[in-house]
């Protein structure tokens, strides 16, 4: 009797459970969530990045070329990446799908070559592997990077992101870290169909078309690029997003800076990339001299107002890029070696803003430094500065060539971390307020406003930071960032892509850069000594933990059924 009200008590609890367990399965139909429970929230994707998926109306279909034998590090940037791309279709369901290919797999040396080149054409980045092995070491080709495709478009993207100061474990985990912006900005890139438009001011000898061509290619991927002479038209910035003011070399009128700023109180964003001194690098080509005077731009008090101060000197760093300078005595056949230039600082880029995050190193060119300065309402993030050995010295000041050749005393560059780049973000108060007639102020076809909203602009001291080199035997522009003489590439074009994209950024995507993903690595002198411990750890224990139950339960059931046999 006790046996079967038992057995019809264990039937009634079986069925409840299942019961219970499908009507919980039925309201889960109803609700999404994914819980995450790792300590920094990495496979927890972004209110922008969520939004954005949500949004998709077509597949956007991944060819990720991270298939094949690699070193354990590029193991974990495909494992991450699948997890990434897996994480993203729990969003956006079928609308994303993926497959991981090997460019290498071909035996027929030809057959991979054309593959190789196909990938180069479609603008991803070969890697050279050293792989090691028992005979010895090998080189191995690798794309660490994507194509992918949303309709009619197709867009790469590069995975690896290298950084000449980090090391190969540093850059892999940076690269993980970017995994979800990375993706993210790429679908971005193939959603948008209408860009905003953007402008290069005209009219104050700005650079011209030549000289940021590499960039302006590089923007017209997110937004529509245009040269905007202002000449003095109060309307000649309206529809524009954003603006660059890239190295002008004459004074703004103040009707010009007038429309700067009311276009900064409607909304407007505005990357300002000035010389506060001006420099003849021809004089210094030619004659091996030159000389550093304050340039007369007239912007030193609208500047002020926003919360900048830019000083009328020049950075000198030991931390600097190389030029070529001829070492032969006088009637001797030239002999040009590569000296450090220190009016050329490397400057480090802040790791705690998404615009500044994981870049390379960027090199500036008669750099100035900087001040903030305590205007109200107003927060000022630091993006760049100049290294622990640096000063600055006042103009006017003569520049020589020579220079090169005296011996550098690091004592004497005592004045280190010296601003170079600064983000404002707040509430900025025109320049103009309380200056104008009433005539003015009340005009509709002016609209005047002494208030902006919330809004930002960059700050650099130095308009080179935004200027490619220019082929002397073509007349092509080199990349953005490439060095002609050391063949050395800098982060200068990711570095003012970021500028923009967080100034034109009104979702916050671009916030994803600055998540964090701690970099655990095993102690391999530890591991050595410990590795038989180890291996019986998790070979031994796991087995003598179910051999232990197993007896535990053995004996229970003898104890509790044994009397009744």
Request: proline share 4%; with cysteine; net charge neutral.
């Amino acid at each position: 009797m006790v046996k079967g009200n038992n057995r019809k008590r264990d039937l009634t609890q079986l069925g409840l459970s299942m019961v219970l367990i499908l009507l919980l399965n039925y309201l889960g139909s109803f609700f999404f969530h994914r819980f995450d429970l790792t300590s920094e929230k990495r496979y927890t994707l972004s209110e922008a990045t969520r939004t954005m998926l949500k949004d998709l109306d077509d597949v956007v279909y991944f060819k990720v070329y991270l298939e094949g034998e690699f070193p354990a590090g590029f193991k974990r940037l495909a494992s991450e990446t699948k997890e990434m791309l897996d994480e993203f279709r729990a969003y956006a369901g079928d609308n994303i799908e993926y497959e991981f290919i090997n460019p290498s797999a071909s035996e027929d040396q030809k057959t991979r070559k054309d593959i190789y080149k196909q990938l180069n054409d479609h603008g991803l980045q070969a890697t050279n592997l050293e792989v090691k092995e028992e005979s010895g070491t090998s080189q191995q080709i690798i794309f660490p990077g994507a194509l992918i495709t949303y309709k009619t478009r197709e867009v790469p993207m590069q995975l690896l992101k290298t950084n000449m100061m980090a090391s190969a474990a540093d850059q892999l985990n940076n690269s993980v870290q970017g995994l979800e912006y990375e993706i993210s900005n790429s679908i971005r890139k193939l959603q948008s169909l209408r860009k905003p438009q953007v402008a290069f001011t005209e009219g104050h000898y700005e650079l011209d078309s030549l000289e940021v061509a590499d960039i302006s290619q590089a923007l017209g991927e997110y937004y529509d690029v245009k040269r905007v002479p202002m000449l003095e038209q109060i309307h000649s910035l309206e529809g524009f997003r954003a603006v660059i003011v890239a190295k002008p070399d004459s004074a703004f009128s103040e009707r010009d800076k007038f429309i700067l700023d009311q276009f900064i109180m409607k909304g407007g964003r505005v990357l300002w990339l000035i010389d506060p001194v001006n420099t003849n690098t021809d004089s210094l080509k030619l004659m091996g001299f030159t000389l550093g005077l304050n340039g007369q731009l007239n912007l030193d008090d609208q500047l002020y107002k926003y919360g900048v101060r830019l000083n009328n000197n020049l950075c000198l760093d030991v931390q600097s890029a190389y030029i070529p300078v001829n070492k032969a005595f006088a009637g001797q056949q030239p002999r040009f070696e590569m000296s450090p230039w220190l009016f050329f600082p490397v400057v480090a880029p802040s790791p705690k803003h998404p615009v500044s995050k994981n870049l390379d190193m960027i090199k500036l060119e008669f750099a100035s430094t900087l001040d903030t300065v305590g205007t109200k309402n107003i927060k000022k993030t630091v993006l760049l500065n100049t290294s622990r050995y640096s000063k600055a010295i006042n103009t006017p000041v003569r520049i020589a060539l020579a220079m090169v050749n005296m011996k550098v005393d690091e004592r004497r560059f005592d004045d280190p971390n010296r601003i170079t780049a600064v983000l404002l973000e707040g509430t900025f108060e025109s320049l103009f307020k309380n200056r104008l007639n009433s005539a003015m102020t009340e005009s509709k076809e002016i609209g005047f406003k002494e208030n902006s909203g919330p809004n930002r602009m960059i700050v650099v001291s130095d308009g080179d930071i935004i200027r490619n080199e220019i082929q002397a035997s073509t007349g092509m522009p080199y990349p953005l960032g490439y060095d002609m003489y050391s063949r050395q590439m800098y982060g200068n074009k990711n570095f003012i892509l970021n500028c923009m994209n967080y100034l034109c950024d009104d979702s916050g995507l671009i916030s994803v850069r600055s998540r964090e993903l701690s970099l655990r690595v095993l102690d391999r002198k530890k591991l050595a000594h410990e590795k038989n411990k180890w291996m019986l750890m998790n070979t031994a224990l796991p087995a003598g933990v179910v051999l232990l139950f197993g007896l535990m339960q053995f004996y229970y059931r003898r104890k509790k059924y044994g009397s009744g046999v």
